[in-house]
């Protein structure tokens, strides 16, 4: 492990200042020396003459400095083409993993801003770095090795991008081929290009060290200079910059003194350490263009020098405090050095010097060992990394100090959080949020007996004190425990299995199911020393299903919206506290339609799955979707009437209540159908609670490849055993098939990163967030209006006759920009039902019908909120009776002046564009049409057009031109160009009327 003794020269950085500049102006013999800032790995304030500034990370550590990507999270009042950057920045350094998980942690990347999507991502992967978790990437070896050359060397780069959580998107994969054309033809460099990089302050990147080999390097130095009046000043910085005094350290400093380099300690340190630098292996290669990409660089900017990469820094720290034992403690404090990484890294060369047991019941030693471990709880390698941008001197700063960054950034991360997801972080705010995620983390973990039929009202505060205390009895008597939360897993350790081998005959004995759930109620009893009664394991199994739902409801994503709410989550009681995420989730989680299109993904994913077994498993998977939206209606009447609980009899219930319009709900004041029926016994009560949630854990697990495991009877399974059926199956695929959608989202964001900067400019102007799916959907309004009037009236859906209605009301509507307006509200609420429809209703579903409804409906949504710049968008049927959108956009000037641009396309007339003009006593216009007969026919109606447009007696100018027809936008009146009201008024009717003359027009004869 190699720790750089570097930050000592920041120390006696004042001194060297006055030294340093001393010789420097012995040596420029009293030419003017400009004052600059000079970097070489993490070095300070010096005097020198720079071309180009070397990267900030080697600059003064009291300057903040950032990477593209740290600007790019930072900037929040970012403008369009920074958002457009950020968005193209994640594109190549987010993984189909990272989606997956932050979906998984309840937000939704369709809906996410590049902001959003940066700080959860980020800290999805400090904690999988954190836990030891694994990180991949989207790898293509295979295509990296064709464009490399060579087998080793694309094995390490993409391992170097998977061990940083990188995909190797095309984009990464044609710059790795170039800087692997450059790395090929280093050959390494003589003296003279050392000091070209060291006197014009170049850090030693990919690109600077073939810059330097192929420059003119600096030219020979015209005299020498004897330092001996200098000497004792000289040997100094040698020293300073951590270099042995020699012959050769002062022949370098005379070097860099006749090239007019100022003598500095990093200089120094810098032209020493590339003298002694060779060509990188193949594998230092790789990760450091793996680092470049990482820290938000080009690949071309990969340090090619050993201690000088941010990232190879903030690795370095991290594994110097995993790896430090008693002994590194008790040597630092026996030799009376300040706990730092580098003394902690110069102890371990000194392990077996030091005996660490007398110190062990030292209050200092004691200390100590609580200051490593805070530390090793604070510290992440993405954590360093922005200590090291910030010039936090990490390697000397006091663990004590250091902890306290730490925990400032990670104060400033919550922040930051919160604030972009409108809570306001207040540290209270601040506080509830950490608080709630460390306990729910603390009690996944905790020992299951921390559940008690005595504390109904527990709270993730009650049980997060009661975890401590178990836990702790627990690993002082050495024994294992069954663990709270029940993740996918394969076996519980053999000494709890051997301690209840026995629990399937007692089951077996009360008449009762050997279920997973009633093996495990019956552990948890048995464990409180409960008497094992039929009532009391009902109430622990439906008692734990509760917490297991927690761990699944309770996400980051939810947290912050029950803060935001003003609840604080650790204090109130379990049930309440479920019930009130559930409501959450169904506003703000994914809705039904992005629920059920990762379903076809998936299905249509799977190549075994024939066309009968597809609609088999969509009707298996609305009839378990339906059941779940019931809320426990149909499992009430069910219980009520007595009747087994089956799916089958469920389906039954569903089907009568949907005949009836009966309402029955399992709650606590759940009794039956009416009031005169009473005496629902309490546990079934509780068992109904229970098979309703169950329910919920399969609606949101169910995947095909479950489906095709089902036995022929599922039907005649209750919820409980439908969910154990799934937990069988997850446990054995533990991955499920998330992979398949997560790569869609990815391909998405790629797609939302390519979109012109234009998109995001209008979406600001809308005030509305660049997530993924608006800008999609943005482009896509931009680009083809009509699409998405198409691909709704299309949908096969029971609103038929209001389709029909809407038409009949934009046709009215288009002189009226206020009617136009409420009937794109109208059409808003059309779309969302018609996506509906195709959710519960539609047979020949498919994943890219719904999204594109799903698409159709966000531009629908964001042509409303245009109607405020007078755009509207207005369903036109055509003459092969098709309905397609016209896009119309109306530009007010002064007095009667204006303009109406109109756009529309179909599958008869192609595209064709309409810009008008209307002065005060003339209108002039020009047609555009991409297909030669309809310009044909425009051409020949053109007088019938003019003559409906000049009913005023203006003189009316009309043009027809064959070319590319797209959207025309017309400039805004400018400022300059004020409009009286009753202008305003004439001037609407006017404009608006042209619009509806060629609207119908076209309509006529389209």
Avoid at 349 to 375: C, I, N, P, V, Y
Avoid at 850 to 856: K, V
Wanted: glycine content about 4%; hydrophobic content about 35%.
């Amino acid at each position: 492990m190699k720790i750089d003794l570097i930050d000592n020269i920041r120390e006696n950085s004042v001194k060297n200042m006055d030294i340093s500049k001393g010789i420097a102006d012995y040596a420029a013999q009293n030419e003017e020396t400009k004052s600059s800032v000079h970097k070489v790995k993490a070095g300070y304030v010096v005097d020198s003459v720079p071309q180009q500034r070397m990267n900030p990370t080697y600059a003064n550590p009291n300057e903040e400095e950032k990477t593209m990507m740290d600007r790019l999270q930072q900037d929040q009042m970012a403008d369009s083409d920074a958002r457009k950057n950020q968005m193209a920045v994640l594109a190549n350094t987010t993984t189909k993993e990272d989606l997956r998980d932050m979906q998984e942690a309840g937000f939704s990347v369709n809906e996410s801003t590049p902001e959003q999507i940066i700080t959860v991502t980020d800290r999805i992967n400090a904690n999988i770095a954190k836990t030891g978790g694994e990180v991949s990437g989207d790898i293509s070896k295979e295509k990296l090795e064709e464009l490399v050359g060579s087998e080793y060397l694309a094995t390490q780069i993409a391992q170097a991008f998977q061990q940083n959580d990188l995909p190797l998107t095309d984009e990464n994969i044609e710059s790795i081929r170039e800087v692997s054309e450059i790395y090929e033809g280093l050959e390494g460099l003589d003296g003279q290009e050392m000091l070209y990089l060291v006197k014009n302050e170049y850090e030693p990147t990919l690109e600077n060290l073939y810059k330097a080999e192929h420059s003119a390097g600096l030219a020979t130095p015209t005299g020498s200079i004897h330092i001996d009046a200098f000497r004792s000043q000289v040997e100094q910085v040698i020293r300073d910059a951590g270099v042995e005094v020699s012959d050769a350290s002062l022949k370098n400093a005379q070097t860099l003194l006749e090239n007019q380099i100022p003598l500095t300690s990093e200089n120094l340190q810098y032209f020493t350490q590339l003298q002694e630098m060779e060509k990188p292996s193949e594998t230092v290669f790789a990760q450091a263009v793996a680092d470049a990409v990482a820290e938000g660089n080009a690949c071309k900017d990969a340090i090619m020098l050993s201690g000088y990469s941010v990232s190879e820094r903030a690795r370095d720290a991290q594994s110097v405090i995993e790896d430090v034992t008693d002994e590194d403690l008790a040597y630092c404090i026996e030799h009376g050095q300040e706990l730092t990484i580098r003394n902690l890294a110069d102890a371990k060369a000194h392990r077996g010097e030091t005996d660490s047991r007398k110190w062990a019941d030292q209050m200092q030693f004691l200390t100590a060992k609580r200051m490593l471990e805070e530390t090793r709880l604070a510290m992440t390698t993405e954590a360093n990394r922005t200590l090291i941008r910030r010039g936090f001197a990490i390697d000397t700063k006091p663990l004590e100090a250091l902890v306290e960054e730490l925990k400032s950034q990670e104060k400033n991360y919550y922040e930051t959080l919160l604030s972009q997801y409108d809570v306001e972080p207040t540290e209270t705010n601040v506080n509830r949020y950490a608080q709630t995620i460390d306990l729910l983390a603390q009690l996944k973990s905790a020992p299951a007996t921390i559940l008690s039929l005595d504390e109904v009202e527990a709270t993730l505060n009650v049980l997060g004190d009661k975890a401590a205390i178990q836990k702790a009895d627990y690993e002082k008597a050495g024994m294992e425990y069954e663990k709270l939360w029940t993740a996918p897993r394969k076996d519980m350790g053999d000494s709890i299995q051997k301690a209840f081998r026995n629990v399937d005959d007692i089951l077996t004995d009360m008449g009762l199911e050997t279920s997973d759930a009633n093996r495990r109620a019956v552990r948890i009893l048995a464990y409180n020393h409960t008497e094992l009664t039929i009532e009391h394991l009902t109430e622990m199994k439906a008692q734990d299903e509760q917490m297991q739902r927690l761990f699944s409801n309770l996400t980051p994503r939810t947290t912050l919206e029950l803060i935001r709410r003003g609840e604080n989550p650790i204090d109130m009681p379990i049930e309440e506290l479920n019930r009130t995420v559930e409501a959450i989730k169904a506003e703000i989680g994914d809705n039904g339609a992005e629920r059920f299109e990762k379903f076809l993904h998936k299905l249509e994913q799977n190549k075994a799955i024939s066309e009968e077994e597809r609609s088999s498993y969509i009707g298996i998977y609305r009839l378990i979707a339906q059941v779940e939206k019931n809320d426990g209606a149909a499992l009430g009447a069910a219980y009520e009437q007595g009747s087994e609980i089956t799916m089958r009899a469920l389906l039954t219930q569903l089907r009568n209540q949907s005949k009836k319009n009966s309402d029955y709900v399992v709650d606590d004041q759940f009794d039956g159908v009416n009031a005169v029926q009473k005496g629902v016994r309490i546990d079934r009560q509780i068992e109904a609670a229970f098979q309703n949630q169950c329910i919920k854990d399969v609606a949101e697990q169910m995947t095909p490849g479950w489906m095709q495991n089902l036995p022929e009877d599922w039907m005649d399974q209750s919820p409980e055993q439908l969910r154990q059926m799934l937990q069988n199956y997850m446990n054995e695929n533990p991955d499920g098939e998330a992979e398949t959608y997560a790569k869609q989202m990815l391909d998405d964001l790629q797609q939302a990163a390519n979109c012109p900067e234009e998109i995001y400019a209008q979406l600001e102007r809308m005030d509305v967030p660049a997530s993924v799916h608006n800008v999609l959907a943005m482009e896509m309004l931009s680009a083809h209006p009509g699409n998405a009037i198409s691909t709704i009236w299309k949908a096969k859906d029971a609103l038929a006759d209001a389709k029909e209605e809407l038409l009949e009301r934009f046709a009215e509507a288009v002189e009226s920009p206020t009617e136009l307006a409420d009937a794109l509200e109208t059409l808003e609420e059309v779309a969302e039902h018609a996506l509906d429809d195709m959710v519960q209703e539609v047979r020949e579903a498919h994943s890219l019908d719904i999204r594109a409804m799903q698409l159709a409906t966000k531009q629908i949504h964001l042509a409303s909120k245009q109607t405020s710049e007078e755009s509207f968008l207005i369903p036109m049927q055509t003459s092969d009776g098709n309905v397609t959108g016209v896009s119309l956009k109306v530009v007010r000037g002064s007095g009667k002046k204006g303009f109406v641009d109109i756009f529309f396309e179909s599958a008869v007339a192609g595209k064709i564009s309409a810009s008008f003009e209307a002065k005060k006593d003339s209108i002039s216009g020009l047609v555009v049409c991409e297909d030669r007969n309809m310009q044909t026919m425009m051409s020949q109606q053109l007088p019938a057009l003019a003559q409906t447009l000049s009913s005023s007696g203006e003189q009316v100018d009309l043009r027809v031109a064959l070319g590319d027809a797209n959207p025309v936008q017309h400039a805004k009146k400018s400022s300059g160009d004020e409009t009286s009201d009753s202008d305003n008024s004439v001037q609407t009717g006017r404009l608006y009327k042209i619009a509806k003359v060629f609207i119908d027009f076209a309509n006529e004869y389209h």
